[in-house]
C-alpha cells in the first residue's frame, strides 16, 4: 500500500518552504536517503532526502509551489513503509501507519547541518605553510553586503596576474580600441587566424551589445528578462516576476533593519600597500599547500582580532530588558552573491582560526552558498559581518546592519592614491572602509576607534600575522 511521505520539520520557526526542484518522476525506483526535491526556505535551499527506498507512486507537488511543514510530498510504495530503524527492527510483514513513516524518517529526511566549531578545524585537515611570516593574499575579494543584501559577490578580484589578463590573443592597437569602448576584451571571441581577436571582433562585440538597448521613441526589446507574466502600462511592454522566498526575507529584513535601527556609516582608508607586497611576494609559497588567500581571510582577522578590543561592536541589544548582550566569541558573516540572492554564510571562531584556515573555511561557505548546499544554520550565530563590493568597484557606501548586530563594515575597492608621509607624496594603496553601526548602543568615537584598530592590523602586517 502506498506510503505519503511528508514534509519534514526542516528548522526551528520554519513551516514551510517553497520547491525549487523536483528530483523524481513518478515510477521511478529510488533509495533510501536519495533527494527527491530542493526546497527553499528562507536563506537556505536544502534537498530532502526520501525516509527509504520504493517507488514513486504519486508527486504532490510541482516547482513554485509553497508547501507546509506535514503536507504530503511524494506517494512511495513497495518498500516505502518499512522505514529503516537500526534502533529497532520490525517484522517485514509490518505494515507501519502513515504518521509513523514520516516520524521514523525525520533523522533521515532533515538536513542535517554542520555544527560550528569548538576549535579550529582547518589546521586538522590540511598541512600548515612552511613559514608564517608572509603569506599571501590575492587582491581585496570575497563577500558581498553583509546583511543588506546589495553589494558584491564573495569571489576573486580582478587582479590577476599580467599574463593571465593578457591571456586573448589581439594586437596592441586592438587592446587599446577595447579599453577605449569599455570592452573586456577577454570575453571576444576571436575571428581571426588561430582565434586572434582583430578590430572588426571588438567593433562587432559593442554592436551586439548597444543593440539590445532601448533606442529613445522607437519600439525596444530588452531580452534576458526573467520569467514572469507579460503585460503593459502606459509606456510600453513590461513583465511581472514573482519574489522569490529569499528576496522576500531580505526585503523583510532590510525594512526591519532600516526602520527600527538609528544607522550611523563613518568613512576611512587603510594603507595596505605593505600587505599587498607581502601578498605577492608570498602567493608561490601558498600554491602548493592548496590555500587560496585573498585580502579578504587578512580583512577578517583585523576585524577579529578588533572586536576582542571593542567587545561592545560584538554584542546585540535586548529592546525587552534594556541590556546589552555581550558575546564572547567571534562568528563573521560574509555575503554572499548568488543565482538566487544574497545569502550570509558565517564563519565561526575566527579569532582562533589562522590566517590559511579562515582562507580554507571562507572557501568552503562561499562554495555551499553557491552551490545551494547550506542550512538555515550555517547563517545563524553571526556577531558581526563583513561585506565587499570591491570585486565589482565602487569606495564608499551605507551598509545595512544584519540584526540582531550593531555594526557591519564593507570594504571598497582598493586604489592608488598620493598620500603625504613625512613631508613626501608617495603612491599608496588605499582600501576604502565604510562601518555602519547601532547609534542606540555605539557612539561615533567607539566606531571610531575600533576603526582605528582595524586599519593598525591591516597597515602592519606583522602584528596582524603574529596574532593569537
Known amino acids: 500500500?502506498?506510503?505519503?511521505?511528508?514534509?519534514?520539520?526542516?528548522?526551528?520557526?520554519?513551516?514551510?518552504?517553497?520547491?525549487?526542484?523536483?528530483?523524481?518522476?513518478?515510477?521511478?525506483?529510488?533509495?533510501?536517503?536519495?533527494?527527491?526535491?530542493?526546497?527553499?526556505?528562507?536563506?537556505?535551499?536544502?534537498?530532502?532526502?526520501?525516509?527509504?527506498?520504493?517507488?514513486?507512486?504519486?508527486?504532490?507537488?510541482?516547482?513554485?509551489?509553497?508547501?507546509?511543514v506535514g503536507e504530503p510530498l511524494i506517494s512511495l510504495e513497495g518498500k516505502a513503509g518499512a522505514v529503516e530503524d537500526k534502533k529497532a527492527q520490525k517484522p517485514k510483514d509490518a505494515a507501519p501507519t502513515q504518521a509513523a513513516a514520516p516520524?521514523?524518517?525525520?533523522?533521515?529526511?532533515?538536513?542535517?547541518?554542520?555544527?560550528?566549531?569548538?576549535?579550529?578545524?582547518?589546521?586538522?585537515?590540511?598541512?600548515?605553510?612552511?613559514r608564517m611570516a608572509e603569506p599571501a593574499a590575492r587582491g581585496p575579494a570575497a563577500g558581498s553586503n553583509g546583511g543588506a543584501g546589495r553589494h558584491a559577490p564573495v569571489e576573486e578580484e580582478a587582479d590577476e596576474p599580467e599574463q593571465q589578463r593578457l591571456a586573448a590573443p589581439a594586437g596592441p592597437s586592438t587592446r587599446r580600441l577595447a579599453r577605449e569602448l569599455g570592452v573586456d576584451i577577454n570575453h571576444i571571441r576571436g575571428t581571426g587566424p588561430g582565434g586572434r581577436i582583430t578590430r572588426e571582433d571588438v567593433v562587432a562585440s559593442v554592436r551586439n551589445t548597444t543593440s539590445q538597448m532601448p533606442s529613445g521613441g522607437k519600439s525596444s526589446h530588452i531580452g534576458n528578462l526573467p520569467d514572469g507574466v507579460e503585460g503593459r502600462d502606459n509606456w510600453g511592454r513590461t513583465q511581472r516576476a514573482?519574489?522569490?522566498?529569499?528576496?522576500?526575507?531580505?526585503?523583510?529584513?532590510?525594512?526591519?533593519?532600516?526602520?527600527?535601527?538609528?544607522?550611523?556609516?563613518?568613512?576611512?582608508?587603510?594603507?595596505?600597500?605593505?600587505?599587498?607586497?607581502?601578498?605577492?611576494?608570498?602567493?608561490?609559497?601558498?600554491?602548493?599547500?592548496?590555500?587560496?588567500?585573498?585580502?579578504?581571510?587578512?580583512?577578517?582577522?583585523?576585524?577579529?582580532?578588533?572586536?576582542?578590543?571593542?567587545?561592545?561592536?560584538?554584542?546585540?541589544?535586548d529592546p525587552q530588558t534594556e541590556e546589552i548582550i555581550y558575546k564572547a566569541y567571534i562568528n563573521l558573516g560574509v555575503a554572499v552573491d548568488t543565482d538566487r540572492g544574497l545569502v550570509v554564510p558565517v564563519v565561526r571562531n575566527v579569532d582562533q582560526l589562522r590566517i590559511p584556515e579562515i582562507a580554507q573555511a571562507l572557501a568552503d561557505v562561499t562554495e555551499k552558498a553557491r552551490t545551494a548546499k547550506f542550512t538555515a544554520e550555517d547563517q545563524q550565530g553571526g556577531t558581526f559581518t563583513i561585506s565587499n563590493m570591491g570585486t565589482i568597484g565602487g569606495t564608499y557606501s551605507t551598509p545595512i546592519i544584519n540584526p540582531p548586530q550593531v555594526a557591519i563594515i564593507l570594504v571598497g575597492r582598493s586604489r592608488k592614491l598620493p598620500v603625504a608621509i613625512d613631508d613626501?607624496?608617495?603612491?599608496?594603496l588605499m582600501m576604502p572602509l565604510s562601518i555602519s553601526y547601532d547609534h542606540r548602543l555605539v557612539d561615533g568615537a567607539a566606531a571610531a576607534r575600533f576603526l582605528n584598530e582595524v586599519k593598525n592590523y591591516l597597515q602592519v602586517p606583522g602584528r596582524l600575522l603574529l596574532a593569537q
Not at 521514523?104 to 582547518?122: G, I, L, N, V, Y
Not at 531580505?250 to 600597500?273: E, K, L, R
Request: charge should be positive; aromatic fraction near 2%; charged fraction near 25%.
Open 1 to 68: 500500500m502506498p506510503t505519503d511521505f511528508k514534509l519534514p520539520a526542516l528548522g526551528e520557526n520554519i513551516t514551510s518552504g517553497d520547491i525549487v526542484s523536483i528530483l523524481v518522476s513518478e515510477g521511478d525506483d529510488i533509495q533510501a536517503n536519495q533527494g527527491v526535491l530542493e526546497i527553499e526556505t528562507g536563506k537556505a535551499v536544502v534537498e530532502v532526502p526520501a525516509p527509504s527506498a520504493g517507488k514513486v507512486a504519486k508527486v504532490y507537488v510541482k516547482k513554485g509551489q509553497t508547501v507546509k
Open 103 to 130: 516520524a521514523k524518517a525525520e533523522p533521515a529526511a532533515r538536513p542535517q547541518p554542520a555544527k560550528p566549531p569548538a576549535k579550529p578545524q582547518a589546521a586538522a585537515t590540511r598541512p600548515e605553510p612552511a
Open 242 to 317: 514573482p519574489l522569490t522566498r529569499i528576496r522576500k526575507t531580505i526585503a523583510a529584513n532590510m525594512v526591519h533593519s532600516a526602520t527600527t535601527i538609528p544607522h550611523v556609516t563613518n568613512f576611512d582608508d587603510a594603507d595596505i600597500t605593505e600587505l599587498e607586497r607581502l601578498r605577492k611576494g608570498g602567493m608561490a609559497e601558498y600554491a602548493d599547500s592548496g590555500v587560496k588567500l585573498t585580502m579578504m581571510p587578512f580583512v577578517m582577522k583585523a576585524v577579529a582580532q578588533s572586536l576582542r578590543v571593542h567587545p561592545l561592536l560584538n554584542s546585540s541589544l
Open 424 to 428: 613626501k607624496v608617495e603612491v599608496r
